[in-house]
């Protein structure tokens, strides 16, 4: 789904506009921003939580040329999904995925 497919599919549930829809959720995902640049954990009940984690600087190969390169150290959002959002994703089709 893409951005505009949702701030639609918003403005159907929530019975606005889609300029209405569009300002709520580029509200939200500024704080949400905003919270992660701070080094805040956001833990949503229910869906999940945000948080940032730290990758360490490490050596990779290039696999083209095989030479060796430094990566650097960065800061990587992540996201896990609460047990309740973990519960309807994999009862959504009713299948067991642990057959084949």
Known sequence: MTKTQFIDALSRSLGGTKQESER?????????????????????RGFG?????????????????????????KKVATFKPGKELSSLLNAADGADTTQA
């Open 49 to 73: 939580v945000f948080k940032v984690r730290e990758s360490k600087a490490r050596q990779a190969r290039n696999p083209r040329t095989g030479e060796m390169v430094n990566v650097p150290a």
């Open 24 to 44: 709520a959720l580029e509200a939200v995902l500024q704080t949400l921003s905003s919270a992660l640049q701070k080094g805040e954990k956001l833990d949503w």
